[in-house]
């Protein structure tokens, strides 16, 4: 098993920034993919970013937000610059063992609580 807790969610205005981080403990040794993943109220959970080693990106973020880990302290951070009205939403740390690039809920085994991050217009 993987524990995944997130944190640094917030209430911030358009074109502020936000760090997340995301702290896994357990079994790490299994789960070689980290990735972050978003859900809007009354909309389907989407992929954000993912890195094992390598790292990717959904059109949406890319050149915004960075994707990085911390294998030291097993953590994982998600830095989130220039963000927009609808980036609003519980954004979720994911950690599964599949293919590359692991954009896919189902390629994910863990799942943290999710954070929330809100951003004003």
């Known amino acids: 098993q993987v524990q995944l807790v997130e944190s640094g969610g917030g209430l911030v205005q358009a074109g502020d920034s936000l760090r997340l981080s995301c702290v896994a403990s357990?079994?790490?040794?299994?789960?070689?993919?980290m990735g972050w993943f978003r859900q809007a109220p009354g909309k389907e959970r989407e992929f954000v970013a993912t890195i094992r080693g390598l790292t990717a990106y959904a059109n949406s973020v890319k050149g915004r937000f960075t994707i990085s880990r911390d294998n030291a302290k097993n953590t994982i951070f998600l830095q989130m610059n220039s963000l927009k009205f609808e980036d609003t939403a519980v954004y979720y740390c994911a950690a599964g063992s599949g293919g590359w690039p692991s954009s896919r809920p189902s390629d994910y085994e863990y799942w943290g609580q999710g954070t929330q991050v809100t951003v004003s217009s």
């Open positions: 357990g079994r790490t040794s299994s789960s070689n993919v």
